[in-house]
T-cell receptor
Framework: AQRVTQPEKLLSVFKGAPVELKCNYS??????LFWYVQYSRQRLQLLLR??SRESIKGFTADLNKGETSFHLKKPFAQEEDSAMYYC????????????FGSGTRLQVQP | KAGVTQTPRYLIKTRGQQVTLSCSPI?????VSWYQQTPGQGLQFLFE???????NKGNFPGRFSGRQFSNSRSEMNVSTLELGDSALYLC????????????FGQGTRLTVV
């Protein structure tokens, strides 16, 4: 069975500091990995996916198959980055059932 | 275009009753998935419908069921409600063809008393 682990419930940093939100997964095949974000009083929305290999709002995430990790990073945190972040995976092959981690709340202090 | 719409937003039901939640996907999206979010278990996949057919099902009891109509609107039903069914139920829609972004609704907050 697939599983996504986000070890930190809360990550608090100061504005301008680097951010790394950790995500580890277990799945025997080749999953697709995602980061979803939920800002205060907004809907859950996609931040980025590993296939795209893109940077969104300054965030990047690299899939490390050897370590089965998909950590989310940003070199300089902004106050508007404060939100709940969820790592998620699908089994791939177009299947849409997302398995989510428990989420990490990022607080960026001024 | 309009986002995913879920109705009602809030619902209070009594143990033993049944409830039906509705989800209208983004126009043109044919895949609708449902998730349950609770403080203890987090976000858990319930089921996915595509073109009126259930394609995937999560690990929930048979009291949880769903369906999708020809216009892609979806409903989920929970029968014989239990206190533990209190949760935020989220619906997400996606366009067809491979994996594409899931767009989430704002959810229906169900409270079972």
């Amino acid at each position: 069975a697939q599983r996504v682990t986000q070890p930190e419930k809360l990550l608090s940093v100061f504005k301008g500091a680097p951010v790394e939100l950790k995500c580890n997964y277990s799945y025997s095949g080749s999953p697709e990995l995602f980061w979803y974000v939920q800002y205060s009083r907004q809907r859950l929305q996609l931040l980025l996916r590993h296939i795209s290999r893109e940077s969104i709002k300054g965030f990047t995430a690299d899939l490390n198959k050897g370590e089965t990790s998909f950590h989310l990073k940003k070199p300089f945190a902004q106050e508007e980055d404060s939100a709940m972040y969820y790592c998620a995976l699908t089994p791939g092959t177009g299947r849409r059932a997302l398995t989510f981690g428990s989420g990490t709340r990022l607080q960026v202090q001024p | 275009k309009a986002g995913v719409t879920q109705t009602p937003r809030y619902l209070i039901k009594t143990r033993g009753q049944q409830v039906t939640l509705s989800c209208s996907p983004i126009s043109g999206h044919r895949s609708v998935s449902w998730y349950q979010q609770t403080p203890g278990q987090g976000l858990q996949f319930l089921f996915e419908y595509f073109s009126e057919t259930q394609r995937n099902k999560g690990n929930f009891p048979g009291r949880f069921s769903g369906r999708q109509f020809s216009n892609s609107r979806s409903e989920m039903n929970v029968s014989t409600l239990e206190l533990g069914d209190s949760a935020l139920y989220l619906c997400a829609s996606s366009s067809s063809g491979g994996y594409t972004e899931a767009f989430f609704g704002q959810g229906t907050r169900l409270t079972v008393v």
